[in-house]
C-alpha cells in the first residue's frame, strides 16, 4: 500500500511487512521490469538499506512485477540471499518473469470463481424470490417472505419493508420478519401506530435521498436517529436500508 510492502506468501522471511520506504520491491514497482541487484552492498540505491546493513542482510535480490492484464503492478515476485550472485542470467529473468505470470493466473483465476460463486448465489436468490412472489396469495405474504429469503442470504436477523403514509410525511411498516418475541412484536405494533419521521430515520434519509445507508453500530447514529434507540434495546446493531424503486 502507499506506506508497506507485505508479503502475502513467503519462504525464508520471518517478518510478515515492513515500511515501504526501506523495501527494496518498491524499486520493482515504480520500474516495472524484473530488477536484478548482485550485491545490494555495492549498489547505491541499496547499499544503505537497513535490509542490507543489518538484518535479514540481503546482498543478491531479483524481482519481477505481478502485472494485471490491463498493466496495472500489484506487487512483485521476488527472491533473495544473504551472499553476492553474479550468475543470475538472463534466461533466469526469464523464468522469474514466467513464475511472476503463473501468479498473477492465480489470483484472475481466484477473482473470476469467486465472481462466479457471487453470481450464482445472486441469481438463486432471485430465483427463490420471483418464485415466492409468484406463489405468494397475497403482497403482504410476498413482502414477509421475500424478507425471509433475504435475510437469510445476508445473514440478518430481522427485515421490515417500508411504505411512506401521511401525504409522504411518515414511514410506516408493511412488512417484517424476524425473531419472535413480545420486544419485537411491541416494537413493531408501536411503529406502526406511530409511524416513523422522514427527518428523523434512517428510513427515512433513504426515502429522501434515495439512496441506501448503510450503518455498522447504532451507537454511531443513535443520537441522530431515535429508532436507533429502540433498535438498541431489542438487541439490533446494525443495519443496511435500501430504497425500493
Known amino acids: 500500500d502507499d506506506e ?19 523495501a527494496l520491491a518498491d524499486h520493482t514497482i515504480l520500474g516495472g521490469d524484473v530488477c536484478v541487484v548482485p550485491d545490494a552492498r555495492q549498489d ?9 546493513m543489518g538484518r535479514p542482510h540481503i546482498r ?26 553474479d550468475d543470475f542470467s538472463e534466461e533466469n529473468c526469464e523464468q522469474l518473469q514466467t513464475l511472476a505470470r503463473l501468479v498473477m493466473n492465480e489470483l484472475d483465476l481466484r477473482v473470476e470463481l469467486s465472481a462466479r460463486s457471487r ?10 424470490l420471483m418464485l415466492a412472489i409468484a406463489e405468494a396469495p ?15 442470504a445476508v445473514g440478518a436477523s430481522h427485515g421490515r419493508a417500508w411504505t411512506v403514509v401521511e401525504r409522504g410525511k411518515k414511514c410506516q411498516p408493511v412488512a417484517a420478519w424476524g425473531r419472535a418475541g413480545p420486544a419485537w412484536t411491541s416494537r413493531l405494533d408501536r411503529q ?9 430515520s434512517m428510513v427515512g434519509a ?6 441506501r445507508q448503510v450503518i ?16 438498541l434495546a431489542i438487541g439490533l446493531t446494525a443495519a443496511i436500508c435500501v430504497p425500493v424503486r
Open 192 to 200: 406502526r401506530r406511530a409511524p416513523l419521521t422522514l427527518t428523523n
Open 206 to 211: 433513504v426515502l429522501t435521498g434515495n439512496k
Open 119 to 128: 453470481a450464482e448465489r445472486d441469481l438463486k436468490l432471485v430465483n427463490e
Open 4 to 22: 508497506r510492502q507485505w508479503f502475502k506468501s513467503r519462504i525464508g522471511v520471518g517478518r510478515s511487512e515492513m515500511p515501504r520506504a526501506i
Open 216 to 231: 455498522p453500530d447504532f451507537r454511531g447514529v443513535s443520537r441522530r436517529f431515535s429508532a436507533a434507540r429502540d433498535a
Open 60 to 85: 543478491f535480490y531479483a524481482a519481477a512485477p505481478l502485472l494485471t492484464r490491463e498493466g496495472h503492478r500489484l506487487g512483485v515476485l521476488g527472491i533473495a540471499d544473504w551472499k553476492p550472485r
Open 138 to 152: 397475497s403482497v403482504n405474504t410476498a413482502l414477509e417472505t421475500s424478507l425471509s429469503l433475504i435475510c437469510q
Open 44 to 52: 547505491p540505491r541499496f547499499r544503505d538499506n537497513p535490509s542490507v
